[in-house]
């Protein structure tokens, strides 16, 4: 049985992607690169947003459990423009969030702006979602030099679960009539999107499935599910089948969060 990443692996492989994302930077002929993944930003603005983003984690979990919003990181100069001191600077805020998270524990409870979702307002669910934004980043970094490489295999699988519980579930009712989604990685595993005036919940899919077929599925190996969620890739380059129209319609869908 497929289990999920537990804490301590979570906060190794942040590690982990952290160090190949500074790899990729360090690797660039200069940070004023654009990165075509994302076309608004240079190199060195990716590498400012991953660090400014995770500094403000770090203050949302010092925050403690009955924090109602996110928190401000405290007022710090703006990232360093030398190669060498940024990418000190972006290790310093990697080593940050991570002595927060092992300091709060995975049950701690956190404000996170997911909270009509499936994933868990915890430190825990907080640490998956950091990996996750690190981990496509990554990718962002890697792309930009010339030099792509697919996610880690318990990546980009721990990727689409979390990205369909977090981003694709909610107690906010679907606004068409009931659906189901499915999506297959192509290493075997397998999960349905359920959509109906109750809101939109994921779940894993036994395998073999034995389930009726959905109204729609997209198949592919897993770091292309997560390329294709986050916008890197077209969705017409995974496998699809049943109603595409339906896809249309979950992308269009922007439910409270």
């Not at 049943?242 to 922007?254: H, I, K, P, T, Y």
């Amino acid at each position: 049985m497929h289990t999920t990443l537990d804490f301590p692996g979570l906060l190794r492989l942040i590690d982990e992607r952290s160090t190949v994302f500074r790899a990729a930077v360090a690797a660039a002929p200069s940070l004023e690169v654009q990165v075509p993944t994302c076309p608004e930003w240079t190199l060195f603005d990716l590498v400012r947003h991953l660090g400014e983003g995770r500094r403000a984690w770090v203050a949302t979990i010092a925050a403690g459990p009955d924090a109602t919003a996110k928190s401000a990181p405290p007022a710090e100069p703006a990232p360093p423009r030398e190669r060498e001191a940024l990418l000190t600077w972006s290790e310093a805020s990697t080593r940050d969030l991570l002595d927060a998270l092992r300091e709060a524990g995975p049950e701690r409870g956190c404000w996170a702006w997911w909270g009509k979702s499936q994933s868990p307002l915890t430190c825990a669910a907080v640490a998956r979602r950091q990996l996750h934004e690190i981990a496509v980043h990554t990718y962002d970094a890697q792309v930009t030099v010339g030099a792509p490489q697919p996610l880690p295999a318990e990546v980009a699988l721990d990727g689409v679960e979390e990205f369909l519980s977090t981003f694709c579930t909610t107690t906010v009712a679907w606004p068409h009539e009931p659906a189901t989604a499915d999506y297959h990685a192509t290493e075997g595993r397998s999960w349905r999107n359920s959509l109906s005036a109750d809101g939109a919940r994921a779940a894993r899919l036994p395998t073999p499935a034995d389930e009726k077929p959905a109204d729609a599925s997209a198949r592919g190996t897993a770091h292309e599910l997560v390329l294709a969620f986050y916008g890197r890739i077209p969705l017409d380059s995974l496998e699809l089948d049943g109603d595409r129209n339906l896809f249309d319609q979950l992308v269009d869908w922007d439910p409270e969060r």
